[in-house]
């Protein structure tokens, strides 16, 4: 099918490029003419695993291309997804202009029938609207061309979207009659070919069920760091806590595990969302109005472990800490709404010196973090670690999982490390020779032997 993917950001390169390995001939469309120049050059905006080379096959077997021009596609398109940036605007609100903009253009460029997807993340109501807002300049253009408008949110996961979108685990089709679904249907049917997951019901509930998920992900997420911060008070480890909740099937094992707090596009954009919605309703979501000021906390934990970890020895003003990982999930190199970006702006209030090292994420956090000059960019850990009062791991990269911890030590200053992700084993980091703090579990100390042979080093 001719499919044109309108937003060639992440959810709609990700989105067009897998139609295109999967047989449909998509046009990409993107407003921002220089985005469309260097993605025709072959330059990726983003970083997500075998996406180059998923686009660079597709645009040479010439399923695959990118342009800036309504004119030159819409015309001959089966189906239009919309997968174009719903940001938080007024009161926490999603802000559609840019769909209500698409479907504009939708309107002054169909010339036959043609499904119109709302793929952005958008609040209930808002695929409808898209729809009589293409009537209204068809109307204008004094034609009547059939169409049918449908929603079909997404679920990439960065870091892992190509793996999600090839083999997801359910395709949530809303629409209002069956020709719309049929559509939807012959697009998702390479998807689909070992097991049906394509689940198709209203449009509403569709829209909704987004923000659903999302909304779920994060309470999880943040219970298991409110139960971290309860499992320090009391002495328990919040690992085996974890674990007994996990084997429990009604509970399941994943999203229970506590960290520096959840950032990137989706999670804190679509709560906020979510709540503005009720509000609007005169329903009160309490929930995830203490879900949002958790995770807020959350993102200050370490900013606070370490001032009181320096409490005695000088403050933080003038120390150096290490930083490993600055995106806010490894495998992407999304910085939105990192909680890296938080423990910086702690840091540089109390005049640390800050070493940060990220493999994919520098790039982008250099251009956020552009004017301070008290960071400095490293090109490995060991970079990082060198003179260093304390390491902070902050993105659980692959990479930082075994390191050379012996080395690490010797290139400190201090022995501080604190681990935002509950990635290593407390007491073997105190024999090795730290001052060891994670979530939701004690703090263990370097020995009194291993001490000496520090400072006799």
């Known amino acids: 099918m001719k499919i044109v993917m309108i937003g060639a950001g992440y959810v709609g390169l990700v989105s067009g490029t897998c139609f295109a390995e999967m047989g449909h001939h998509v046009v990409c469309l993107d407003i921002n003419a220089a985005r469309v120049h260097s993605l025709n050059q072959g330059i990726i905006p983003i970083y997500e695993h075998g996406l180059e080379e998923m686009i660079k096959r597709n645009v040479h077997a010439g399923r695959l291309s990118f342009t800036s021009n309504y004119s030159s596609c819409i015309p001959q398109a089966d189906s239009c997804f919309i997968a174009v940036d719903t940001p938080t605007g007024n009161n926490g609100h999603a802000d559609t202009a840019q769909v209500e903009a698409v479907a504009i253009e939708l309107g002054r460029h169909i010339l036959h029938y043609c499904v119109i997807v709302t793929k952005s993340t958008v609040p209930p109501g808002t695929t409808s609207r898209v729809g009589n807002i293409i009537e209204a300049e068809l109307k204008q253009r004094n034609l009547s061309i059939d169409f049918d408008v449908v929603s079909n949110p997404e679920f990439l996961k960065e870091g892992n979207a190509i793996q999600d979108f090839m083999k997801p685990d359910r395709v949530i089709i809303g629409v209002s009659n069956s020709r719309a679904a049929a559509v939807m249907q012959k697009i998702y049917s390479p998807f689909m070919l070992n097991h049906d997951r394509l689940i198709v019901m209203d449009i509403l509930s569709s829209e909704l069920a987004k923000y659903a998920s999302n909304a779920m992900l994060a309470v999880r997420i943040s219970f298991m760091n409110e139960l971290a911060s309860l499992c320090e008070k009391i002495g328990a480890d919040v690992n085996w806590v974890r674990k007994a909740m996990g084997s429990d099937e009604r509970i399941g094992n994943k999203f229970l595990y506590p960290g520096v707090g959840f950032g ?77 970006l938080v423990l910086i702006e702690n840091l540089l209030k109390h005049n640390a010196v800050i070493h940060a090292f990220d493999p ?64 290593y084993h407390p007491n073997e980091m105190a024999k090795i020779g730290f001052d060891y703090f994670s979530i939701g579990r004690l703090p263990t100390y370097a020995s009194v032997e291993e001490e000496k042979t520090q400072s006799s080093v």
């Open 360 to 423: 994919v994420a520098m790039p982008k956090a250099k251009i956020l973090l552009q004017n301070e000059s008290s960071i400095k960019w490293c090109n490995d850990e060991l970079d990082a670690a060198t003179n260093a009062d304390a390491i902070v791991l902050m993105t659980e990269w692959k990479q930082f999982r075994f390191l050379d911890f012996d080395i690490l030590l010797q290139k400190m200053t201090g022995k501080g490390f604190f681990d935002g992700r509950n990635q």
């Open 264 to 340: 990137g596009s989706c999670l804190p954009k679509d709560i906020r969302a979510l709540i503005a919605q009720s509000d609007a309703f005169d329903t009160e979501f309490s929930i995830l109005q203490a879900v949002q000021n958790v995770n807020l906390n959350q993102k200050k934990i370490m900013g606070s472990k370490l001032a009181a970890y320096f409490a005695d020895k000088g403050g933080l003003q003038g120390k150096t800490i290490a930083i490993l990982g600055l995106a806010f999930k490894p495998d992407t190199d999304d910085m939105r709404e990192a909680s890296s």
